[in-house]
């Protein structure tokens, strides 16, 4: 009778503390960059950023750009595993009354989180009244086009052997590359990939990046994507400062194990960072206690989540974070969760 749930009791508990042991332990070894690495790439993504204003402020005087800026998980102390990728953000300045957004959901492609920035006033500002409309296609701004403009400069006329000579650094522009990545060796045996991202943020604060829609890129092509990214870490941040929880440390732990295993790699940072806020709405105890009890929680959320296809948007509702998965890669994805949670250790020995 009740002594058989008894020890069924103890037994998990036990469990849950070796796991909760494991999962500091991973942590502390696996996880965690030491400071003097992040330090480090931090410094050469610096480097190769400052080259990079004073090569298109000579190069490009009449670019309309506001000054680029160095950002992503090396900068918020996300990133796990190694410091090895920064985004170097290129905010594009847009005439107010030329460009308008349309949100993804009035269009045909029928996409919340996704926009279209539609050029205006034509007959009254004709062609070539923005510096933008080069990169205009039927009527809209196309993020390819703009990605291609970067691309010409950088990978075409942008002499990075002289400057990571002079820096002491090997670069060299990634090609192919979807979007455009600069490899930057600074130490023998360690690499930093720098994404260039341009940027828009419209006037009531939306921010849009250059980063294409994953499938049916076709006709999907002239969409911008709404960043979260900000919001989303600064509110994960916000709750953690308030009662000193663990909701940051089981972000890296998720990124790091997602990192490591080639099964969950298709998850990224903001399905993971959307997924513990939405559980942060009904579960209240993330002290560091609790660190086992929320890992194992967040796994069969997202397992829930899979087996729904849909993932919100804690920041905005409409967006589903799994539309650019196709529904293989979510049931493989569910099936490997599933898995873990009765042996999420295993995740850890990668
Ligand atoms: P990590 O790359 O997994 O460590 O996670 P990050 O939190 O650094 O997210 C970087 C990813 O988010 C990249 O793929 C970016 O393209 C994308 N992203 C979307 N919005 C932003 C943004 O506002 N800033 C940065 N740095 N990346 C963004």
Known sequence: ?????????????????????????????NVNIPTEEQAVARRAALDICAELRVFLHAKLPDMPLREMYLSGSLYDDLQVVTADHAQLMVPLILEKNLWSSIPGEDTIMNVPGFWLVRRENLEYFPRNSSYWDRCMVGGYLSPKSVLEVFDKLVAGSINWPAIGSVLDYIIRPVVPSETLTLEVQYETDRKLYVDFLPLLVMEDGTSLIAKPHRLAAERHENLWRQSFRVAETARLRALDQEDGGCRCACLKLAKAVCKLNPALNRLNASQLTNTILLLCEKEGDWTQEALADRFLQLLRALVGHLEAGRLQCALSPKVNLFCELTEQEVDELGYTLYCALSDPEGLLRT
């Open 1 to 29: 009778g009740g002594s058989g749930a008894t020890q069924s009791d103890r037994q998990r508990a036990r469990m849950r503390l070796s796991l909760q042991e494991h999962l500091w332990e991973f942590y502390q070894n």
